[in-house]
């Protein structure tokens, strides 16, 4: 019997996306469509004193035209999925005030695009400028311009949390190390921009929508609040999705085009252009990190405390998830003994941040592995010979940290030994002294990582001081057709991660099926799809729920189908077992039925099913990864729930003349648990990893001091090409969680954790006297500490 899952299947999604059959948001036409374009406030911060549509309403081809107040008088305020302390009203437009430039102020309804763009540009509105606030330091000072006056501050969430002896910890300690890290804003950007089509049905009130949204449980929440219908009045459609990496959410472009759908009788579309997706959609957050590292001379890692400061931008519909979730790769992969965390979660005049690859922990695991760099530095030791004096042994798991993350399974020294005996570790540092003597800066970075998947929602309780939404969970749906065919449907909508591919591996296994002979439904569809609310692509969740709602749902249906099977067989279900389609007794060849056979009793000869078995052959099943668990009395809580690890190694050359960083080599070695499918495994690796790359190295959202974004382009927000991104070497060690139903741990997130930290390690270590606080390592930046250096003879840098 073949056994699929662990196999490289090729991608079955592939076939059709790569010869123009994939079906995305752009695709879908609707009988008399109009087209939506939004006016955007050119202003940071600003209140809106009078906005005059009268003219956009008159040009022609125009349908419908829908400010901020009509808006708010149409729909209820956006509930967000992390409620705030103070509730805050925010509606898909906006209605008093802009803060932030590229606010959405008003929508029109037209024609085409063009038209709609033109009546845009006609609409009057004005504005009384007020002191914008864009860095999130000054904006928790006393007098700083206030985003929400109601709120009486710009921080939503200020906390201390603190687990174990941290001021025993640091009295104890033969020394502290005291640093401050800086992370920019970025983002993955998709192919595709983030759109939505909705279409009112005045008859019966009910609305549909097409949307890449990547979270259609949550959404599928907010419209019906917003709109003030049951969701039994609801469809929500998501076609294939062309890239998301967290960031393809937006409810208020969904309930903008509801609006005027309702407004007008007529189905509405809206696409962003890139310069709106840049611009507007949201950013990974910025912020400010000040660490403190209490150590012994022998390197052993005491305690750590932690100042958090995270730039939300005027996010109110997830504020404080980027601070909440550092919770869960805080310790790294490190026997921390004490942690003390001090987060706040900031508003400032800037676009919304949002999830993004790997969502706050980018920025943890770097100032965690730039910080176990100078200490290795001031302590004379190895990167790495620091790092596995302090890592987690393989007999202590499952181990639990300070915060109360639970690491389920893993050998995280293995790992690193793994990484450094393939990359040549000792080799490169020979190569690198030969080549200081020439005159040539090389440098060796290494960052280790522990890699969460799945978010336990019961975290967001240490916010609000209640729990609503909790744990993680999936659900899935499986079902032998009457003529033996088999279907399969998930409520997580692809994104371009082959879950096609793979459930149809897991689907095969159960049923002694090919994968070829599995359909997945593409997408998602509120009509037919099983959801939850926790339903959707987000938090690196599939290996750690998803799969367990696949196998639950086949294993029903293959038990189901062997009953059947025994009844008609007059044998037991223990004898029979499911091979290339057919129920066949063990031992006895030629005495079997197949999967046709079987589901012509089951939808059609139901006389001939067992006593009390019902007819059909679908099951859906919904399942809840076990670890999930509220937050407890010492407010520890397990934030998210499997741990795959990871080490990286870079080597870079620094060009004196220029700045230019070259990555000369590259290497990742990784476990995430049994890979369901190796080759899907690698791309993820080999995707994230550049996405890492480009945090290191190039991309930055710039704002001016007055709140105005300077790269809204891909001329000035620069992204990795194939020209920048080196040969990147791969392998892998397989330790299965004990925690998940076959074993497999979260892989989409991988290198955009450590990858921006093993790079920034490189350079710092090319350049020997400098100490980088901050990304991106520009050849702007680069250059002028060289410079600088030269000049001054200055040693230390951000």
């Known amino acids: 019997m073949t056994t699929w899952v662990g196999a490289p299947v090729p991608r079955k999604e592939d076939a059709r996306l790569t010869t123009g059959r994939g079906r995305y948001l752009d695709d879908i036409a609707r009988s008399g469509l109009l087209h939506a374009a939004m006016l955007r406030s050119p202003h940071a911060h600003a209140r809106i004193v009078s906005i005059d549509v009268s003219e956009a309403e ?16 149409a729909s209820q305020p956006i509930r967000p999925l992390i409620p705030t302390p103070t509730p805050l009203r925010d509606w898909c437009l906006a209605v008093d005030r802009v803060r932030f430039a590229g606010e959405p102020v008003a929508a029109v309804a037209a024609v085409d695009r063009a038209t709609a763009e033109d009546a845009v540009e006609r609409i009057q509105v004005a504005y009384e400028p007020l002191a914008p606030v864009v860095d999130p330091e000054a904006a928790i000072e006393p007098g700083a311009p206030l985003l929400y006056p109601e709120l009486g501050t710009n921080v939503l969430w200020h906390d201390v949390l603190s687990y174990g002896d941290v001021d025993g910890a640091f009295t104890r300690a033969d020394g502290v190390l005291r640093e401050r890290f800086e992370i920019q804003r970025y983002a993955s950007t998709p192919l595709e921009t983030f759109g939505c089509i909705a279409e009112h049905d005045a008859g019966t009130d009910t609305y549909t929508f097409w949307t890449n949204d990547q979270r259609p449980g949550f959404t599928l929440a907010i419209l019906a609040e917003s709109l003030g219908v049951p969701q039994s009045r609801l469809r929500l459609v998501c076609p294939d999705i062309g890239g998301a990496f967290g960031n393809k959410r937006r409810p208020a472009y969904l309930l903008t085009c509801a609006l005027l759908a309702r407004k007008t009788g007529r189905p509405v579309k809206y696409l962003e252009d890139r310069i709106e997706n840049l611009t507007a959609l949201m950013h990974a957050c910025n912020g400010v990190m000040d660490v403190e590292l209490a150590y012994r001379n022998d390197g052993t890692v005491l305690a750590f405390r932690i100042r958090d400061i995270a730039d939300e931008g005027k996010n109110l519909v997830s504020p404080t998830q980027h601070n909440l979730i550092k919770l869960g790769n805080i310790a790294n992969g490190y026997r921390i003994g004490a942690i003390r965390y001090e987060p706040y979660s900031v508003l400032t005049t800037k676009c919304p941040s949002g999830a993004n690859r790997g969502i706050g922990k980018p920025f943890m695991c770097f100032a965690i592995e730039r910080t176990m760099a100078l200490l290795a530095r001031r302590l004379g030791l190895d990167p790495a010979e620091l790092r596995l004096r302090n890592y987690v042994q393989p007999a202590e798991m499952p181990y639990t940290t300070p915060t109360g993350s639970q690491y389920d399974s893993g050998d ?62 999936e659900a899935a749906m499986v079902r032998i057709e009457p003529d033996g065919q088999v279907r399969a449907a998930l409520g997580n909508p692809a994104t371009g991660q082959g879950y096609e591919t793979v459930v149809a591996q897991i689907v095969a296994d159960e049923l002694g099926l090919a994968p070829d002979e599995v359909h997945v439904a593409r997408g998602f569809d509120s009509l037919g799809t099983p959801s939850l609310y926790l339903s959707g692509s987000y938090s690196n969740k599939f290996s750690v729920t998803d799969v367990g709602a696949v196998v639950g749902a086949a294993r029903k249906v293959r038990d189901k189908a062997l009953r059947i099977a025994a009844h008609r067989l007059e044998a037991a279900p223990a004898d029979l077992e499911l091979i290339d389609g057919e129920a066949r007794v063990r031992g006895v060849p030629g005495r079997g039925l197949t999967l046709r056979e079987i589901a012509r009793t089951a939808y059609a000869d139901v006389l001939g099913l067992p006593p009390g078995e019902d007819p059909g052959l679908e099951s859906r099943h919904f399942h809840s990864n076990p670890l999930a668990a509220p937050v407890d009395e010492r407010r520890r809580v397990r934030s998210q729930l499997v741990f795959s690890n990871a080490a990286h190694c870079c080597l870079v ?82 330790t299965p969680s004990p925690f998940t139903p076959l074993g497999a741990k979260g892989v989409g997130e991988g290198g955009s954790i450590p990858g921006p930290a093993a790079v920034a390690n490189a350079v710092e270590d090319a350049l020997a006297a400098f100490v980088i606080r901050s990304l991106p390592i520009t ?9 600088l250096a030269g000049e001054t003879g200055a040693r230390r840098t951000r």
């Open 653 to 734: 050359e620094v060009e004196r003349r220029t700045g230019q960083v070259r990555i000369l080599a590259y290497l990742v070695v990784h476990d995430c648990g049994r890979e369901l499918n190796p080759g899907i495994v690698e791309g993820m690796v080999h995707g994230s990893t550049v996405h890492g790359i480009g945090a290191a190295l190039l991309e930055e959202f710039r704002y001016d001091e007055g709140g105005n974004l300077l790269t809204s382009t891909f001329m000035d927000y620069l992204k990795p090409t194939a020209l920048d991104v080196p040969d990147i070497d791969v392998d892998h060690l397989e």
């Open 412 to 473: 995280y020294p293995a790992t690193l030994r793994r990484a450094l005996e393939r990359f040549d570790y000792r080799g490169r540092r020979a190569e690198q002294a030969r080549a200081r003597k020439e005159g040539r800066l090389l440098g060796i970075g290494l960052a280790t990582s522990v890699e969460p998947a799945g978010t336990n929602l019961a975290s967001y309780e240490l916010i609000t001081g209640r729990r609503a939404a909790s744990g993680s969970a």
């Open 58 to 73: 008159r040009l022609p081809g125009v349908l419908g035209v829908l400010s901020g107040a009509e808006a708010a008088a």
């Open 779 to 787: 050849p702007e930046r680069v250059w002028s500490w060289l410079n």
